[in-house]
């Protein structure tokens, strides 16, 4: 019989702290860049640095592999090469104050405009009383009252004169001026206005009457000097505000010529300023008010009326270097498009343009915005938002319930704002499929795909970035360095991690536990470096926290709750091998596998199955067994079997095909009646020509196994039949590896069912002949042998069952 047992030095993956080529971590270099992830990087390179709309980034990957914190650094080194984009500010719309205008400028200007207009406002509220206190304005001012009333006077005077002269006397009233005849000097009554001739009256009514329209004339006249006067005052308010106002205003415009639309903006304020220059007046009458009520509304006013003159900086890259690099960790619709403030005045809600809010979009905008997928979708309307935004190449702030169409209320419009931004969303690689499939816009927007991979291959470059990584984490969480010893066994765990010998774990998120636990136990020790011994402590109080299930289960099985056998030899009973994962912790737990046999047509029955316990993938393996026994010992031949498979006391859901090989053995074990021994359990998926197929969580089914016969007692007899192609997952704890080496424990590789059958029963498998037979004596015959005895019982219960029917037939 071939020797099918591994070499010892295929037992772990060790990795000598000598060759590491350090004392400890302190010596190496910072990690540069992302490690490990070759495609991954290739693809953010192009994505970042290719122009064009949608050439966005989606980087897929697992929980773990520290996918945000390595975008964003890597991302931070590439923004570094682009230039600092322009400021972005909203300033009143003069012309409809319900649609602010967006401005740009250059970079840091945003804030030198703002202090700017602050500074031109607070020369004008500081001078411009002043000039219209001055005597020089209150003399201009009176000369032109004064022109007014003289004028006005004069012609009063005479029109008063003429009616005196024509017997009347003009005399204002509640209801207007009135022209009233004289008598002897003094107003003539109704009465004795009505007790006059006829023809008096009519006289006196024509004269009343030419005066009244001379008198429309006079009123018409004195109406026009009125309107002059107060033009001529408004002009001199103008001349004066403008002597104020104007020599800066043109600073600025100069200052900003280069800005079309910062000049009209200027010139709007001026021509504004102009038309209200009694606001300005009134804005100071300081505690003019009569109560402090009203002094209280005079400040609001104040202050509310001057903001329409401010510059809301919207976006400041004053102190920006390269391009921004936004990571938004909570995507709600108003943080990624902005938002419209409001603040209660008065006892109303009101808004302006001052109120408005940027979002990580315009933050982000001439750089980078990195969002988790799923935060984004978690987040009503976001995604909308978002791939709105990306589509039109703009950002419109504008409330989330006038986009839905609820809000009937007016408020802001603003211009929207031109965007130029690179998204990266990060997410699981379910998302981009789901998407991809059922967004029909995520493709047009998402055009690169970024994966980021769980594992890396063992070269001296990648196992020289890991060290830096170690590094680097050290001295930016500022815990102690490792010495080698240490980051050989941080090594080793990180093959475990990724369950292959070839291969390192790039789960970085949970290697950094792993480094800040150790710390601790190394603070603890009063150790100036994390040792070697500080990181087993760390991983076996790891599992210490979550094992408890295992070692209940481990203690059932000793107790003998659950039956399971690590000695002697049963006819069509088996130990299979599954994984139990609990979320953080994983470990193997065996399995009890029986078989029965008898003969029919119903072929294999698998208990699991039939009570709704077997996934998809575990029923298939079943009927790969199925398929197996026909192309190995019934060719040609009729179903002459019925079988029932079960997992014994399992009363939980079963999946995974890891089993069907263990399924086969305890069948074929029943069928040619020969005892299979039981120390050794078996894992291994099986296809329909008998090859044993590679499974996963090798390392927790093997150690599990062990424990359970180390608890009920090594013989040196037990051990587990794995894939040979699983030999290169083989990351065995050490106490495991030991018992291997001391022939304690054994692990045996094949690759066909044929050489599993001989390990586990001792007798020769028996290859098929050219007459399709088995040689005499071998495993393989007395199977066959067995399926041809049930054809023949049933062949003989058909003819029975024939002969009775015939013989009933006969009596009738």
Same mark, same amino acid.
């Given at each position: 019989m071939m020797n099918y047992e591994v070499h010892t030095d295929e037992l772990r993956r060790k990795f000598d702290p000598e060759d590491l080529g350090i004392e400890d971590t302190s010596e190496l270099e910072h990690l540069k860049g992302i490690i490990g992830q070759k495609r991954a990087v290739n693809a953010l390179q192009f994505g970042l640095k290719v122009k064009g709309i949608g050439f966005n980034i989606f980087v897929a990957g697992p929980p773990g592999v520290g996918k945000i914190a390595s975008v964003k650094s890597f991302v931070e080194d590439m923004a570094k090469e682009k230039t600092v984009p322009p400021d972005w500010c909203y300033v009143n719309n003069f012309e409809d104050s319900y649609n602010p205008r967006a401005i740009k400028l250059p970079a840091g200007k945003g804030c030198e405009f703002r202090e700017d207009m602050n500074a031109l406002f607070d020369h004008v509220q500081k001078d411009l009383p002043k000039v219209f206190e001055s005597d020089e304005y209150t003399a201009r001012r009176e000369e032109i009252v004064n022109e007014l009333t003289k004028r006005r006077d004069a012609i009063s005077e005479e029109i008063n004169q003429k009616a005196s002269e024509e017997g009347f006397v003009i005399q204002p009233t509640p209801i207007g001026i009135m022209i009233i005849p004289l008598k002897n000097g003094r107003p003539l009554s109704d009465e004795e206005f009505q007790s006059l001739p006829e023809s008096?009256?009519?006289?006196?009514?024509? $004269?009343? *009457? !030419?005066?009244?329209? &001379?008198? $429309? =004339?006079? +009123? $018409?006249? +004195?109406r026009k000097l009125e309107h002059r006067a107060r033009e001529s005052v408004k002009e001199l308010d103008q001349k004066v505000a403008l002597h104020v106002v104007g020599e800066l205003m043109d600073d600025l415009i100069e200052k900003y010529d280069q800005s079309p639309e910062i000049k009209k903006f200027l010139h709007d304020v001026q021509d504004d300023i102009l038309r209200n220059i009694d606001m300005f007046k009134v804005l100071q009458q300081k505690g003019a008010a009569p109560s402090p009520f009203a002094n209280v509304q005079l400040q609001v006013m104040q202050e509310t009326t001057l903001r329409k003159y401010q510059v809301n900086v919207l976006i400041d890259n004053s102190k920006q270097k390269g391009g921004p690099v936004i990571l938004e960790l909570n995507p709600t619709y108003h943080n990624l498009v902005g938002r419209i403030e409001k603040e209660v005045i008065m006892g109303a809600l009101t808004t302006d343009f001052t109120q408005i809010k940027a979002g990580s979009l315009l933050r982000a905008n001439g750089g980078f915005l990195i969002i988790s997928i799923e935060d984004v979708l978690r987040n009503f309307q976001s995604w909308e938002a978002l791939k709105r935004a990306l589509y039109s190449c703009d950002v419109q702030i504008e409330e989330l319930g006038e986009r839905l169409g609820f809000m009937t209320t007016k408020t802001l419009r603003p211009q929207p704002i031109p965007i130029d931004v690179k998204v990266v969303l990060v997410g699981q690689p379910i998302f981009y499929r789901l998407l991809y499939f059922l967004d029909h816009e995520f493709a047009e927007l998402f055009k690169v795909k970024a994966d980021f991979d769980t594992r890396m291959d063992t070269t001296r470059e990648n196992m020289n970035n890991f060290m830096s990584f170690i590094s680097t984490f050290c001295s930016k969480e500022k815990i102690r360095h490792l010495d080698n010893a240490a980051t050989a066994d941080v090594m080793e765990y990180a093959s475990r991690l990724a369950e292959d010998k070839e291969k390192l774990s790039t789960k970085f998120g949970h290697l950094a536990d792993i480094l800040r636990e150790a710390n601790f136990w190394s603070m603890e020790d009063g150790?100036?470096?994390?040792? *070697? !011994?500080? /990181?087993?402590?760390?991983?076996?109080? $790891?599992?210490? !926290? *979550?094992?408890? /299930? &295992? #070692? !209940?289960?481990? #203690? +059932?099985?000793?107790? =003998?709750?659950?039956l399971i056998d690590t000695a002697g030899e049963k006819v069509g009973q088996v130990n299979g091998l599954s994984v139990i994962n609990l979320g953080d912790y994983q470990f193997g737990k065996p399995n009890r596998i029986t078989a029965t046999v008898e003969p029919g047509h119903s072929g294999i029955i698998d208990i699991e199955r039939e009570v709704k316990l077997a996934g998809p993938i575990y029923s298939k393996g079943v009927l790969i067994v199925s398929g197996y026994l026909v192309n190995k010992y019934m060719q040609g031949k009729p179903t002459t079997l019925t079988a029932r498979l079960v997992f014994e006391q399992s009363y939980e859901g079963v999946e995974g095909d890891s089993a069907s090989a263990a399924e086969l053995y305890s069948l074929l074990s029943v069928l040619a009646e020969v005892p299979i021994k039981q120390g050794i359990a078996v894992t291994g998926s099986v296809n329909q020509v008998g090859q044993v197929q590679a499974v996963g969580g090798i390392n927790y089914k093997i150690e599990g196994y062990y424990d359970v016969c180390r608890v009920k007692g090594l013989t040196g007899n037990q051990g587990v039949i794995i894939p040979r192609s699983n030999v290169r997952n083989l990351i065995l704890r050490k106490d495991v590896a030991e018992a291997v080496i001391s022939k304690k424990f054994t692990i045996w590789t094949i690759d066909t069912i044929d050489e599993g059958i001989e390990l586990l029963t001792g007798m020769v498998a028996g290859e098929r002949q050219e007459d399709g037979t088995f040689p005499p004596n071998t495993f393989n015959e007395k199977v066959s042998k067995k399926l041809d005895s049930f054809e023949e019982t049933l062949r003989r219960s058909k003819v029975f069952s024939s002969d009775m029917l015939t013989h009933k037939h006969t009596s009738e």
């Amino acid at each position: 019989m071939m020797n099918y047992e591994v070499h010892t030095d295929e037992l772990r993956r060790k990795f000598d702290p000598e060759d590491l080529g350090i004392e400890d971590t302190s010596e190496l270099e910072h990690l540069k860049g992302i490690i490990g992830q070759k495609r991954a990087v290739n693809a953010l390179q192009f994505g970042l640095k290719v122009k064009g709309i949608g050439f966005n980034i989606f980087v897929a990957g697992p929980p773990g592999v520290g996918k945000i914190a390595s975008v964003k650094s890597f991302v931070e080194d590439m923004a570094k090469e682009k230039t600092v984009p322009p400021d972005w500010c909203y300033v009143n719309n003069f012309e409809d104050s319900y649609n602010p205008r967006a401005i740009k400028l250059p970079a840091g200007k945003g804030c030198e405009f703002r202090e700017d207009m602050n500074a031109l406002f607070d020369h004008v509220q500081k001078d411009l009383p002043k000039v219209f206190e001055s005597d020089e304005y209150t003399a201009r001012r009176e000369e032109i009252v004064n022109e007014l009333t003289k004028r006005r006077d004069a012609i009063s005077e005479e029109i008063n004169q003429k009616a005196s002269e024509e017997g009347f006397v003009i005399q204002p009233t509640p209801i207007g001026i009135m022209i009233i005849p004289l008598k002897n000097g003094r107003p003539l009554s109704d009465e004795e206005f009505q007790s006059l001739p006829e023809s008096v009256r009519k006289e006196i009514q024509e $004269k009343q *009457s !030419r005066l009244q329209n &001379e008198l $429309k =004339g006079v +009123m $018409k006249n +004195m109406r026009k000097l009125e309107h002059r006067a107060r033009e001529s005052v408004k002009e001199l308010d103008q001349k004066v505000a403008l002597h104020v106002v104007g020599e800066l205003m043109d600073d600025l415009i100069e200052k900003y010529d280069q800005s079309p639309e910062i000049k009209k903006f200027l010139h709007d304020v001026q021509d504004d300023i102009l038309r209200n220059i009694d606001m300005f007046k009134v804005l100071q009458q300081k505690g003019a008010a009569p109560s402090p009520f009203a002094n209280v509304q005079l400040q609001v006013m104040q202050e509310t009326t001057l903001r329409k003159y401010q510059v809301n900086v919207l976006i400041d890259n004053s102190k920006q270097k390269g391009g921004p690099v936004i990571l938004e960790l909570n995507p709600t619709y108003h943080n990624l498009v902005g938002r419209i403030e409001k603040e209660v005045i008065m006892g109303a809600l009101t808004t302006d343009f001052t109120q408005i809010k940027a979002g990580s979009l315009l933050r982000a905008n001439g750089g980078f915005l990195i969002i988790s997928i799923e935060d984004v979708l978690r987040n009503f309307q976001s995604w909308e938002a978002l791939k709105r935004a990306l589509y039109s190449c703009d950002v419109q702030i504008e409330e989330l319930g006038e986009r839905l169409g609820f809000m009937t209320t007016k408020t802001l419009r603003p211009q929207p704002i031109p965007i130029d931004v690179k998204v990266v969303l990060v997410g699981q690689p379910i998302f981009y499929r789901l998407l991809y499939f059922l967004d029909h816009e995520f493709a047009e927007l998402f055009k690169v795909k970024a994966d980021f991979d769980t594992r890396m291959d063992t070269t001296r470059e990648n196992m020289n970035n890991f060290m830096s990584f170690i590094s680097t984490f050290c001295s930016k969480e500022k815990i102690r360095h490792l010495d080698n010893a240490a980051t050989a066994d941080v090594m080793e765990y990180a093959s475990r991690l990724a369950e292959d010998k070839e291969k390192l774990s790039t789960k970085f998120g949970h290697l950094a536990d792993i480094l800040r636990e150790a710390n601790f136990w190394s603070m603890e020790d009063g150790e100036p470096l994390i040792r *070697s !011994r500080h /990181i087993r402590k760390t991983l076996d109080e $790891k599992i210490y !926290r *979550s094992n408890l /299930i &295992e #070692e !209940r289960i481990r #203690e +059932m099985i000793d107790r =003998g709750l659950i039956l399971i056998d690590t000695a002697g030899e049963k006819v069509g009973q088996v130990n299979g091998l599954s994984v139990i994962n609990l979320g953080d912790y994983q470990f193997g737990k065996p399995n009890r596998i029986t078989a029965t046999v008898e003969p029919g047509h119903s072929g294999i029955i698998d208990i699991e199955r039939e009570v709704k316990l077997a996934g998809p993938i575990y029923s298939k393996g079943v009927l790969i067994v199925s398929g197996y026994l026909v192309n190995k010992y019934m060719q040609g031949k009729p179903t002459t079997l019925t079988a029932r498979l079960v997992f014994e006391q399992s009363y939980e859901g079963v999946e995974g095909d890891s089993a069907s090989a263990a399924e086969l053995y305890s069948l074929l074990s029943v069928l040619a009646e020969v005892p299979i021994k039981q120390g050794i359990a078996v894992t291994g998926s099986v296809n329909q020509v008998g090859q044993v197929q590679a499974v996963g969580g090798i390392n927790y089914k093997i150690e599990g196994y062990y424990d359970v016969c180390r608890v009920k007692g090594l013989t040196g007899n037990q051990g587990v039949i794995i894939p040979r192609s699983n030999v290169r997952n083989l990351i065995l704890r050490k106490d495991v590896a030991e018992a291997v080496i001391s022939k304690k424990f054994t692990i045996w590789t094949i690759d066909t069912i044929d050489e599993g059958i001989e390990l586990l029963t001792g007798m020769v498998a028996g290859e098929r002949q050219e007459d399709g037979t088995f040689p005499p004596n071998t495993f393989n015959e007395k199977v066959s042998k067995k399926l041809d005895s049930f054809e023949e019982t049933l062949r003989r219960s058909k003819v029975f069952s024939s002969d009775m029917l015939t013989h009933k037939h006969t009596s009738e």
